[in-house]
């Protein structure tokens, strides 16, 4: 398979898909296309947005700031410009991405090592750039609701359009809570899907063994995410 054959087999007969990769690994095609979507996504949206309008929607309703002064919060804010929220989200993306992926690759080969599966590095990078491409997804609706915008006060919300949050429980910018149910959505849940069946198709053992090796560090990661922003 090609790599536009693979992406398709990954929506309509992932098992094959994870076959193909377990003969032949490869993982630059996903990684790719997901940093220059992401990127280009955030230099679109700090480009347009009411920067001045973004701010006081991000930190109004924030704990932190609301403990500051009147003049603390004015040098804080004053930090804030355009260009820095610009570089700062590309630069961020294009490096964190690929550690995201490095992190479960490292994870994914300590959980094989134990349980005594015979894949190594390359194959669990694959596996973590592969299944990620679901992301596309909120990307695509991004790029929608971006194009509808009619005015500069776009909500950074765009950025995560199929979030738990967005579709669901609509928790204000800067609330407690607001990140992590940002980050957990319709595309989060098909790459753990597209994992699951991935490590079962390559260590041909349960669904249960599988579910547990995909989800036992997100659970973890989660966990603690939940405690300290509830807390």
């Not at 309703?61 to 603390?72: A, F, R, V």
């Not at 040098?75 to 550690?99: C, E, H």
């Not at 490095?102 to 090592?113: H, N, V």
Request: charged share 10%; hydrophobic share 55%; glycine share 4%.
């Amino acid at each position: 398979m090609n790599n536009i054959v693979l992406t398709a087999a990954l929506a309509t007969a992932p098992s094959s898909a994870f076959a193909e990769l377990r003969e032949r690994p490869r993982y630059w095609f996903p990684l790719v296309l997901l940093v220059i979507s992401t990127v280009a996504i955030q230099f679109w949206y700090y480009s347009i947005v009411d920067i001045d309008w973004w701010k006081d929607a991000m930190y109004s309703n924030h704990p932190d700031m609301q403990k500051l002064s009147e003049t603390e919060r004015a040098q804080a804010m004053s930090m804030l410009n355009r260009n820095t929220l610009l570089w700062g989200s590309m630069v961020s993306v294009a490096f964190l991405l690929p550690i995201v992926f490095l992190l479960q690759a490292l994870y994914l080969q300590l959980a094989a090592k134990v349980t005594k599966l015979s894949q190594g590095f390359k194959h669990w990078f694959a596996l973590a750039c592969w299944c990620s491409l679901p992301l596309l997804l909120g990307n695509v609706v991004s790029v929608i609701l971006l194009f509808l915008s009619e005015n500069s006060q776009v909500s950074p919300s765009v950025l995560a359009p199929l979030s738990l949050n967005e579709l669901l429980l609509h928790r204000p910018m800067g609330s407690p809570g607001h990140m992590l149910l940002e980050s957990l959505g319709i595309p989060t849940f098909l790459s753990f899907a597209l994992m699951i069946i991935g490590i079962r198709v390559w260590s041909q053992r349960s669904w249960v063994f599988s579910a547990t090796m995909t989800l036992l560090p997100w659970v973890f990661i989660y966990g603690i995410w939940a405690f300290l922003a509830f807390r």
